[in-house]
Structures are given as C-alpha cells and as structure tokens.
C-alpha cells in the first residue's frame, strides 16, 4: 500500500502516477509507487489554494515494468583473524 498526503494531491491539481515493478519469475508484486505529480510551480502549502467550487478531475497515469535482476556477486571472506 502507498499513501501521500492528501494536501499533495491537491497541490499536483489531482494527476497522479502509479508505477509497478513485476518480478520475472513469481506472482507478487516487486515493487509499488504512488507519487502526485506536483509541479515546481504550485504553492508549497494548501491553505494558498483556492477551496474548488466543484468535483475536480483526477488524471492518472500509470507504469508498468519488469524487474531486472541484480548481478550475483560472490562472497569473499578475508584471509586473516578477527580481532579478540
């Protein structure tokens, strides 16, 4: 589950970006973002906003993409003793 403030949401005039990660090999999801898409130009608090006078429309985009495995990397231990 993600979550955002709902200030933020408001803030990124409701569009939004879901994106998720599926694994290659298995049924779970690998990984899972919700961000709002708040513009560098948007106030940085809610109370500036004007209070909308009716339903907004939420835009939505989504992404969805296949894990990539990590190269495996073998253990290499050190060839002297710990310290006591």
Same mark, same amino acid.
């Given at each position: 589950?993600?979550?955002?403030?709902?200030?933020?949401?408001?803030?990124?005039?409701?569009?939004?970006?879901?994106?998720?990660?599926? /694994?290659?090999? &298995?049924?779970?999801?690998? *990984?899972? @973002?919700?961000?709002? %898409?708040?513009? $560098?130009?948007?106030?940085?608090?809610?109370?500036?906003?004007?209070? /909308?006078?009716? &339903?907004?429309?939420?835009? *939505?985009? @989504?992404?969805?993409? %296949?894990?990539? $495995?990590?190269?495996?990397?073998?253990?290499?231990?050190?060839?002297?003793?710990?310290?006591?």
């Amino acid at each position: 589950m993600s979550t955002v403030p709902a200030c933020n949401l408001r803030r990124a005039n409701f569009k939004d970006e879901f994106q998720v990660i599926l /694994p290659r090999t &298995s049924e779970h999801v690998t *990984s899972f @973002a919700y961000n709002p %898409l708040i513009s $560098p130009l948007a106030p940085t608090s809610c109370d500036e906003l004007p209070i /909308p006078e009716e &339903s907004p429309t939420l835009i *939505s985009r @989504a992404q969805v993409g %296949l894990d990539t $495995p990590g190269m495996v990397l073998r253990t290499i231990l050190p060839n002297n003793k710990p310290a006591p």
